[in-house]
């Protein structure tokens, strides 16, 4: 994600953030330190909790035996961790190995901070989803990056109220609305989910569900279509939801919006598959009630989801030990012991498939006892995760999706109307930085 189909976007990119100018060829191309020999110190800056015993097994295995060391730095996640990485990169000292989540890799390489570690990786592709490793290529035949955990996105609802209410689990959106509706008429004072603006990734993800490409290019220039068809249908569905009372306009993550889930008020929640480990926070008293079913399609010939967050495990250009840095990097991805030990420390769903339904998700979650085979759909549901289309200022977008669309939501006002403004903004942006948009 983008699909920048020609690296000279990439090595003539103008930055995005602490103003610079024209990037110079990528590091990656010209750096002798990629066939240094000998031991390698390398440091990784990662937000995930529990890397650092991770890390050990690698120190004490087959770091050890190749004479390659890992140092976990702990930094804060997201638009704060790319900015750090950015300003380490413009001083020549940015670390060897940085998380990095998928939506920020654009801005990373027209920075000309991360490397291609092609060369490196060898057959790791064979062990993700296709539209998974697409996210880490930029569509390109680089490589920036190694997935190392992902969101699809999966559809959640209260089985036992479902029956209740003679509702069926739908299959599509259409039958969703109808579902909607069909409770609101049966009970008022109850909801099928909420739209809410306050997590800019659920959105992108039902648009990226939908075939929308927000971000690509056009020879030399950047095209931005978060307007698209796509988007619009999208942008439109939940609109007229809000806007006729079908489902509710509140935001996600309040203790209104817990409180709604702990107490039936809210019966389902289109979300991803770490779900669990919300709903276990929000809505204790119902474990058990609830269950897991792939989301809603567009049609019935389709068969895809989108993705709600996500990372990646990237080696930078000023690294001197590139190749070194790249075993790493699939190692923590692709070995089943360091995937387990993922999973147990630090609680993630990985990338790679043949980990999905394996070692720690041999069970499902404790919030999801009842239906054994949780992990094992979320594994066909991951296969299904369509490719998407991220450009270098996602930042700009999200924060305008939820001025925009929060006001909409609560107003019960014209989707489309928010959705031009957060594409307006979004190219005038890229236009102000200094990228050549296609009009």
């Known amino acids: 994600m983008p699909y920048t189909k020609r690296r000279r976007l990439v090595r003539t990119a103008v930055a995005i953030a602490l103003g610079a100018t024209t990037l110079a060829a990528c590091g990656s191309e010209s750096a002798d330190s990629e066939t240094e020999s000998g031991p390698a110190s390398l440091t990784y800056w990662t937000w995930t909790p529990g890397m650092d015993k991770v890390v050990d097994l690698w120190n004490k295995g087959p770091g050890k035996k190749d004479q390659i060391t890992v140092t976990v730095k702990k930094q804060a996640s997201g638009d704060t961790l790319v900015t750090k990485i950015l300003t380490a990169h413009k001083a020549g000292k940015a670390p060897d ?41 930029l569509g390109t035949d680089a490589v920036y990056a190694v997935p190392q955990d992902i969101g699809p996105m999966m559809f959640y609802y209260r089985e036992d109220l479902f029956k209740q209410y003679g509702l069926t689990v739908p299959t599509t959106w259409d039958e969703f609305a109808e579902t909607a509706r069909k409770l609101k008429k049966a009970a008022p004072g109850k909801d099928l989910t909420t739209f809410s603006a306050n997590d800019s990734g659920l959105f992108a993800g039902l648009a990226q569900q939908a075939g929308a490409k927000w971000w690509t290019t056009s020879g030399d220039q950047w095209k931005v279509s978060i307007d698209d068809a796509a988007t619009q249908k999208v942008a439109k569905f939940w609109g007229g939801l809000v806007k006729e009372g079908a489902i509710d306009n509140q935001p996600m993550y309040t203790p209104a919006w817990n409180k709604a889930l702990n107490t039936g008020k809210q019966i389902a929640w289109v979300s991803a598959v770490w779900a669990p480990g919300t709903l276990t926070t929000a809505a204790p008293d119902t474990k058990g009630k609830w269950a897991m079913a792939p989301l809603p399609q567009w049609s019935v010939s389709e068969n895809r989801t989108g993705s709600w967050g996500g990372s990646s495990t990237a080696v930078t250009t000023d690294s001197k030990h590139q190749a070194a840095a790249a ?46 085979d949780f992990y094992r759909k979320a594994a066909d549901i991951a296969e299904t995760t369509a490719p998407s289309a991220w450009g270098p200022n996602v930042n700009v977008a999200y924060t305008t999706f939820k001025d925009t669309f929060g006001a909409a939501a609560k107003s019960k006002s014209d989707f489309g109307a928010a959705l031009d403004e957060m594409q307006a903004d979004t190219v005038a942006d890229m236009k102000k930085q200094g990228f050549e948009v296609a009009p």
């Open 327 to 372: 075993k790493f990097a699939t190692w923590l991805n692709t070995d089943s012991e360091a995937l387990n030990a993922l999973a147990k420390e630090s609680g993630i769903y990985p990338a790679a498939t043949n980990a999905q339904t394996s070692g720690a998700f041999l069970k499902p979650p404790a919030y999801f006892s009842h239906q054994a």
């Open 97 to 137: 190995l940085v998380q990095a989540e998928y939506q920020a890799l654009p801005t990373l390489v027209s920075n000309d901070a991360l490397a291609d570690i092609s060369k490196h990786v060898g057959g790791a592709e064979d062990e993700f989803a296709g539209g998974v490793w697409q996210q880490t290529t």
